[in-house]
């Protein structure tokens, strides 16, 4: 069993509540599977729950209830699977080109019995007009110049990308400010979410869509 420290098991209880096993048996599957597959790097593994889950799934308070949310290039299922445990209330699509990924998702999906998740091998491109989401989530993917434009179209016209950035998040927004006005996006903003939780809170980047609006 991977280690939880007293602070991420805090953490841990109040966001995934009596999924908690749950999120426990992920861990479980990223730490041995998931590093046997190459899904995970094995000098993650003491840092599983801090670094990736708990990190994943706090971004559940930026998303509105009963939510369909697209995860783009799920990968471990970072953050889709993290938020599917803590919110059962989300319909969830992980989009994942990967066949060896998608293989692994599902068979993780399956053992948790997670009725409110899709697996789907395709490129987030591809997956245009097939997914409308309400929500588009994405983690260590692009950068946002690049991601604007794999995320942004899954929304129909409406809706919001949260990303999960790093730092260098306001610099990143500067770049694609252009890219994103051209998308649809009518607000982008950096958001610091879990700092009463987490030692290192997450910093995710938000843009509000909506075509139909004009932006002066």
């Given at each position: 069993m991977v280690d939880i420290t007293a602070a991420e098991l805090l953490a841990a209880e109040k966001i995934f509540g009596d999924r908690l096993d749950l999120a426990k048996r992920y861990v479980e599957?990223?730490?041995?599977?998931?590093?046997?597959?190459?899904?995970?790097?094995?000098?993650?593994i003491p840092r599983l729950w801090s670094r990736h889950v708990l990190n994943c799934a706090v971004i559940e308070s930026e998303i509105a209830h009963?939510?369909?949310?697209?995860?783009?290039?799920?990968?471990?299922?970072?953050p889709g699977l993290c938020l599917a445990i803590a919110r059962p209330d989300l319909e969830l699509t992980l989009?994942?080109?990967?066949?060896?990924?998608?293989?692994?998702?599902?068979?993780?999906?399956?053992d948790l019995g997670l009725t409110n998740v899709t697996v789907m091998r395709t490129r987030a491109e591809l997956a245009v007009g097939m997914v409308n989401a309400d929500v588009v989530t994405a983690r260590?993917?692009?950068?946002?110049?690049?991601?604007?434009?794999?995320?942004?179209?899954?929304?129909?016209?409406?809706?919001?990308?949260?990303?999960?950035?790093?730092?260098?998040?306001?610099?990143?927004?500067?770049?694609?400010?252009?890219?994103?006005?051209?998308?649809?996006?009518v607000k982008?903003?950096?958001?610091?979410?879990?700092?009463?939780?987490?030692?290192?809170p997450t910093t995710v980047v938000r843009i509000v869509v909506n075509k139909s609006r004009k932006i002066s």
């Open positions: 599957h990223l730490a041995t599977s998931g590093t046997e597959r190459g899904l995970i790097g094995p000098r993650e009963g939510s369909h949310v697209a995860d783009v290039g799920s990968g471990a299922g970072l989009i994942e080109p990967l066949e060896r990924r998608v293989i692994w998702l599902q068979e993780v999906v399956d260590a993917v692009s950068a946002l110049s690049n991601l604007a434009g794999l995320t942004i179209p899954l929304l129909a016209g409406k809706g919001e990308v949260v990303a999960i950035k790093g730092r260098s998040a306001g610099e990143e927004i500067e770049k694609a400010a252009k890219v994103i006005r051209k998308l649809g996006g982008t903003s950096v958001v610091t979410v879990g700092e009463s939780l987490l030692e290192e």
